[in-house]
């Protein structure tokens, strides 16, 4: 046994720590200590109190100078925490040096994720995607875990009195644990790619049948369950909490033009994502490498909405995602006032702003999720003789019927479909009427 600690079990009130150098620095270390309490909030840990230290110089072994230092467990002792929360990204060395000073547990962010992703996974593949990550997140933090590391093999060896020759060192235990946990990490890769061949196998049957697809993408708790909800009337987890969705969901949308749009809920991104996460969790995320184009959700009424977009950008940039076309969509607009609206349209002009909650906008942003989709469909009158009610029955199911009349022994229909069925429909295109000139010509004989 090597993962991380089960923290939910063992820690009940926590001191939470922001440490910056730059004086620029303090407004977004303020911003991520906030955030932190969230997600630690999120694993049903009490927060005595948090604290944001600005340091001056470098201090590799502990963050922070002595003085700091001494303060900060002081404080932790005073208010009885059992555990203290960085929001740095620590090394193993500098949370052995914490945890010998204080003489509680010390994580970091990092950690804080992992357990929040280990509680939300549900799949076989995110299961997976975390111990994976988990585990080599761990690996080099094993000696802190551990009491009984310095536990060596080996000794004297047999004979008279102990007097016969003597064997080498044996191999320490922590070496012994390493191997075994490289062993466990090596079995994990292995179901993992299992998985992942399982899904590419599942994708090659999803394209078979061309249908495009869309990912929704954006920062944690943006709304982006709910906005698949909203869409598809499905029932998708939406909870009000960070990291609710870990596995993709995947729903059929019907456009106006009548076309069916794929779209899958990915799970969010947040500022300081573990790379390690990034890294375990791209089988879930190519989802939107291999979209048609992304719909990014921001939260409106969120204080850091820019620096949400930019975070998520920076990852699907990581993705290789970051060419990807985009529909913006500006979420919880009613929770804005219109000081801020005005602000948000500005520094978004593009953007479709919308409430899931209340439905604003929601006709807007689809309209723009099929204007993606134009060079995939074409609109033609058409004239089908009553005895192909096949290629009527076509157009109902892969296309949208605008107007439909009978004129003799022919459906004359005008129709959007799809310009993978030009052949199918070639022979019954009718040539486009002038309608204001029709309609002109038509006015001046009811005059006379």
Known sequence: MFEVREKPQMVERALLVGVYADKSDAGEAASLLEELHELVGTL?????????????????????????????????????????????????????????????LVIDRQEVILD???????????????????????????ARMWGHLDRQG???????????????????????????????????KEELATVRKQRETQRKERQRTPVPHAAIVGYTNAGKSSLLN?????????????????????????????????????????RRLPHGLVESFKATLEEAVLADFLVHVVDGSAPDVYDHHQTTLEVLRELGADEKRIVLAVNKTDLVDAARRHELETHFPDAAFVSV??????????????????????????????????????????GKILAQE????????????????????????????????????????SKV
């Open 44 to 104: 049903g840990i009490g927060i005595a109190d948090s604290l944001l230290i600005k340091v001056r110089g470098s201090h590799p072994s502990h963050l922070m100078g002595k003085g700091k230092m001494a303060e900060t467990v002081e404080r932790a002792g005073e208010l009885g925490c059992d555990c203290i929360i960085f929001d740095n990204e620590m090394t193993p060395g500098q949370q052995r040096n914490w945890e010998a000073a204080a003489g509680i």
């Open 116 to 142: 929040i992703f280990s509680m939300r996974a549900r799949s076989r593949e995110a299961t997976l995607q975390v111990q994976l990550a988990r585990m080599q997140y761990a690996l080099p933090r094993m």
């Open 154 to 188: 080996g000794g004297s060896g047999g004979g008279k009195g102990g007097a016969g020759a003597a064997r080498g060192e044996g191999e320490k235990q922590i070496e012994v644990d390493r191997r075994l946990a490289r062993k466990r990490i090596d079995k994990v």
């Open 406 to 445: 009978y004129e003799g022994n022919d459906v004359i229909l005008r129709a959007t479909y799809p310009k993978r069925f030009l052949a199918n429909f070639a022979d019954f295109v009718m040539a486009e009427r002038a309608p204001d000139t029709a309609g002109s010509e038509e006015s001046e004989r």
């Open 357 to 398: 909650r209340t439905g604003e906008g929601i006709e807007t942003l689809v309209a723009r999720m099929a204007d993606m989709l134009l060079e995939r469909v074409v609109r033609h009158q058409l004239r089908i003789p009553q005895a192909r009610q096949d290629l009527v029955a076509l157009l109902h199911r892969e």
């Open 230 to 270: 909203r869409l598809t009337d499905s029932e998708v987890l939406a909870e009000d909490k960070l990291f609710a969705t870990l596995d993709t969901t995947t729903r059929k949308l019907g456009l106006p033009d009548g076309q069916t749009l794929l779209m899958t809920d990915t799970v969010g991104f947040v």
